[in-house]
């Protein structure tokens, strides 16, 4: 009887069994003091190596703003064209806005952070690979469709648009002229063809660029794992 109870003060008689509960108590704050010490280090070691890939972020972020403004530059030149697939879809202006937006408020939730701002960050990126990818598919599949209304253009027949008058024999000038007009309207061919394949590679690299921080994020859920799997094997060759 002696050894389960206690004298306290005024002599009343306490129970001391509850000690044992103190004691587990105790010894499982210690224990949840060294997983948050763990946790702590653990948290540590990878700052030093994300400075990389923070800059790689960085870098990602301020080539989708220029890109995006380069886009939406060469699709206006596209609008002195008669008529061209990639014009009439606007592929060139929302790909370039999108990539504008996803660049600019990247740069804004570095600076400011909050969760509103991370959601709509995650949701531009999302937008501008998904409008990177359609451009590249729209850009590819109409690549050489372009129509020049060649005959209107280059027309030096005095009598216009009137069928039914009688045939021309154009004279030497007007033959040269007329080559002349063909001339410029294949050197306006080419520079078509040639700001299509800028566009094209604007938009190929701005699908690279959306895919940045997709890789990044892969690259770090993969690397904690790695490294559990190689501390479970030491751990295994030390026992």
């Known amino acids: 009887m002696s050894t389960g109870m206690g004298m306290v003060d005024g002599g009343v008689v306490a129970p001391g069994g509850p000690q044992p509960t103190c004691i587990d108590v ?3 704050q210690e224990s949840a003091l060294g997983k948050l010490l763990l946790s702590g280090c ?3 070691r990878p700052s030093s190596q994300t400075l990389g890939s923070r800059r790689l972020l960085v870098a990602s972020w301020a080539v989708q703003i220029v890109l995006g403004v380069l886009s939406g530059v060469l699709g206006g030149f596209l609008h002195f064209f008669y008529y061209s697939p990639v014009w009439n879809s606007g592929a060139a202006i929302w790909t370039g806005v999108v990539a504008v937006l ?3 408020i990247a740069f804004i939730y ?3 952070g909050g969760f509103y701002l991370a959601q709509l960050r995650t949701l531009l990126a ?3 690979f998904s409008t990177a990818t359609a451009a590249v598919v729209i850009g590819a599949c109409n690549f050489y469709e372009y129509h020049f209304e060649s005959e209107d253009i280059c027309d030096i027949s005095p ?9 021309h024999t154009p004279s030497p000038e007007e033959v040269r002229r007329l080559h002349l007009c063909l001339s410029y309207l294949n050197m306006l061919k080419a520079l078509f063809i040639s700001i299509r394949a800028m566009l094209l590679g604007v938009w190929v690299l701005l699908l690279l660029a959306s895919l940045a921080p997709l890789c990044l994020y892969c690259w770090r859920r993969l690397r904690p794992k790695e490294k559990r799997d190689q501390k479970k094997l030491l751990g295994g060759n030390e026992i």
């Open 26 to 28: 105790h010894i499982h």
């Open 102 to 104: 996803a660049g600019t």
């Open 126 to 128: 999302l937008a501008a």
């Open 159 to 167: 009598s216009g648009s009137w069928p039914t008058s009688a045939p």
């Open 110 to 112: 570095e600076k400011r």
């Open 42 to 44: 653990s948290l540590l």
